[in-house]
């Protein structure tokens, strides 16, 4: 990937650095709620309850998402 441009390289920073902010929070986020209901997620060594971002995401890895695109028409009775 070239980025001869400064404005390039720039914008290239910003969403590096607004990807570790997601990370971050997504970490912090699981991290305060597991403290506070007093529960554990399972980690690389066992359950834990201050899994890294890493972790939590994995654990999203079986998660699917389907979509079905149905054509609908409407009836004869509904047209003017």
Do not use: C
């Not at 590096?16 to 997504?26: E, H, P, Q």
């Not at 359950?47 to 389907?66: E, R, Y």
């Not at 609908?72 to 003017?80: E, F, G, K, L, N």
Request: charged share 10%; proline share 5%; no cysteine.
């Amino acid at each position: 990937m070239w980025l001869e441009k400064p404005e390039r390289i720039a914008a290239l920073a910003m969403l590096t650095v607004i990807g570790l902010l997601v990370y971050a929070v997504i970490q912090r986020q699981v991290r305060l709620y597991l403290r506070t209901h007093d529960q554990q997620i399972p980690g690389n060594k066992g359950a834990t309850a201050t899994p890294t971002a890493a972790v939590v995401l994995a654990l999203f890895a079986q998660v699917a998402l389907l979509q079905f695109w149905a054509s609908i028409t409407a009836p004869a009775t509904w047209s003017r």
